[in-house]
């Protein structure tokens, strides 16, 4: 298994403002993807972080808004730019390998957007 | 589109009785199958997980069963303990990619 850590673990952030997200991966792992989680709602898959190259937006998320960083195996960012209120939720990294599929999550950054 | 369906929605049951959470999946290419557990404040964490080509997997008192042809797949908690109070989520994938994941099922457990 992974263990995967965060950083923030929480924020508050004004209106207008960005947000970098940190996520560490104790090995290395093939696959690492962003998800966001709205508060008692599943998870909905906003990227998958490709290392050294741009990462790949599902439908609905795109890069200006949520710019992803991969430059080794073992780490990414997100950045939620230009932040609204709606914007508020619980955003997710999770690593795995594409030979096994197993994914493992990390504790989650809860932003908070007033 | 919504390619895998989750129900319950919430389920309550007794200590030591056996939850059934149950999931359905459209795309037949999904080859991995597995199942989160988070609580409140935490990130999903991996509880068990199958593959199709077996009907039946068990892990300690978490049990999955798989039904290909119907592409349909449960989770089953053996002996159900307070603790056990959580939300699952089951989730699919292919080719060690994405995961698509289910609407989620509150689980209590009452003492």
């Known amino acids: 298994s992974a263990v995967i850590s965060q950083k923030p673990s929480r924020d508050i952030c004004q209106r207008g403002t960005s947000l970098t997200i940190q996520c560490q991966v104790d090995?290395?792992?093939?696959?690492m993807f962003w998800y966001r989680q709205q508060p008692g709602q599943s998870l909905t898959l906003i990227a998958t972080?490709?290392?050294?190259?741009?990462?790949?937006?599902e439908s609905g998320f795109v890069i200006d808004k949520f710019p992803i960083s991969r430059p080794n195996l073992t780490f990414s960012t997100l950045t939620v730019s230009n932040m609204s209120p709606e914007d508020s939720s619980i955003y997710l990294c999770?690593?795995?390998?594409?030979?096994?599929?197993?994914?493992?999550f990390g504790p989650g950054t809860r932003l908070t957007v007033t | 589109q919504q390619q895998v369906k989750q129900s319950p929605q919430s389920l309550i049951v007794q200590k030591g009785g056996i939850p059934i959470i149950n999931c359905a999946y459209e795309n037949t290419a999904f080859d991995y199958f597995p199942w989160y557990q988070q609580f409140p404040g935490k990130g999903p964490a991996l509880l068990i997980a199958?593959?199709?080509?077996?009907s039946e997997k068990k892990e300690g008192r978490f049990t999955i069963s798989f039904n290909k042809s119907a592409k349909q797949f449960s989770l089953h908690i053996m002996d159900s303990q307070p603790g056990d109070s959580a939300t699952y989520f089951c989730?699919?994938?292919?080719?060690?990619?994405?995961?698509?994941f289910g609407e989620g099922t509150q689980l209590t457990v009452n003492p």
């Open positions: 999770s690593g795995g390998t594409s030979l096994g599929g197993e994914q493992y």
């Open positions: 199958i593959r199709p080509d077996v």
């Open positions: 972080a490709n290392q050294g190259s741009e990462a790949t937006y």
């Open positions: 989730a699919a994938s292919f080719g060690g990619s994405r995961l698509t």
């Open positions: 090995s290395q792992v093939t696959m």
